[in-house]
């Protein structure tokens, strides 16, 4: 069992950066891949960024690449979501998730077995 939990969020305006962390409890974090997603109101959760157990292969949404950088630490088990020229439509709970695996890059909602409870980013325009 993993426990998530995000933090970072809050409200900031449009251009301006955030910086999401994502704690785990899991003494093997560095056996998980991990993955932001993020829900705007009235829209499907949506995938944003995710990165493989080692750090060494990355993934992004095409709504947020060049802007965006996911990142791990396994000695703080803490994975984090640099966010850079933030816009408007980057408003939405942002979730971290976690599944064990040594294979791949996981961007399916599915495809994770654990979640966080979400942080809310909100960019003013």
């Known amino acids: 069992q993993v426990q998530l939990v995000e933090s970072g969020g809050g409200l900031v305006q449009a251009g301006g950066s955030l910086r999401l962390s994502c704690a785990a409890s899991?003494?093997?974090?560095?056996?998980?891949?991990m993955g932001w997603f993020r829900q705007a109101p009235g829209k499907e959760r949506e995938f944003v960024a995710a990165?493989?157990?080692?750090?060494?292969?990355?993934y992004y949404a095409d709504s947020v690449k060049g802007r965006f950088t996911i990142s791990r630490d396994s000695a703080k088990n803490t994975m984090y979501l640099q966010m850079n020229s933030l816009k408007p439509e980057d408003t939405a709970v942002y979730y971290c998730?976690?599944?064990?695996?040594?294979?791949?890059?996981?961007?399916?909602?599915?495809?994770?077995?654990?979640w966080g409870q979400g942080t809310q980013v909100t960019v003013s325009s």
């Open positions: 899991a003494r093997t974090f560095s056996t998980y891949a």
């Open positions: 990165i493989n157990w080692s750090g060494s292969s990355t």
């Open positions: 998730a976690a599944e064990r695996t040594a294979w791949g890059v996981p961007r399916s909602q599915n495809q994770y077995a654990y």
